[in-house]
């Protein structure tokens, strides 16, 4: 379960990198970017999948209370994602307020993790 639990990890910080390195790529004319979209949907799919894994476990007192809260943040991303990705194919150029918001939601969630 360790390896899973490793492998999973890693593909969450791949995901984090996609949201954060997108917007960080298009910094001086942000929009969301098939980075932030595929970063964000890997980051909810596998924090998922880690905490349903570490339940199993049962070595480790999960706050769930983080948990919940960073998982809203992630879906909220998700969802910036999916509305700037449409917004963009229609108006190129249009969806820079959601990018600069993904950005910004990511580096919270980050902090939260850390932090909390």
């Known amino acids: 379960m360790g390896i899973a639990i490793s492998i999973l990890l890693i593909l969450h910080f791949i995901g984090l990198a996609g949201i954060i390195g997108g917007w960080i790529a298009t910094v001086k004319a942000p929009v969301v970017n098939k980075a932030i979209l595929h970063g964000s949907i890997l980051q909810v799919v596998t924090g998922i999948l880690l905490v349903g894994l570490r339940e199993m476990e049962g070595e480790v007192e999960m706050n769930h209370m983080k948990i919940g809260i960073k998982l809203v ?3 909220v991303i ?9 917004k963009e194919a229609k108006v190129p ?9 993904a950005g910004v939601l990511a580096i919270v969630n980050v902090a939260i993790a850390v932090l909390v």
């Open 73 to 75: 943040i992630a879906l």
């Open 78 to 86: 998700l969802v910036l994602a999916v509305v700037g990705t449409r």
């Open 93 to 101: 150029g249009s969806s820079g307020t959601l990018a600069v918001a």
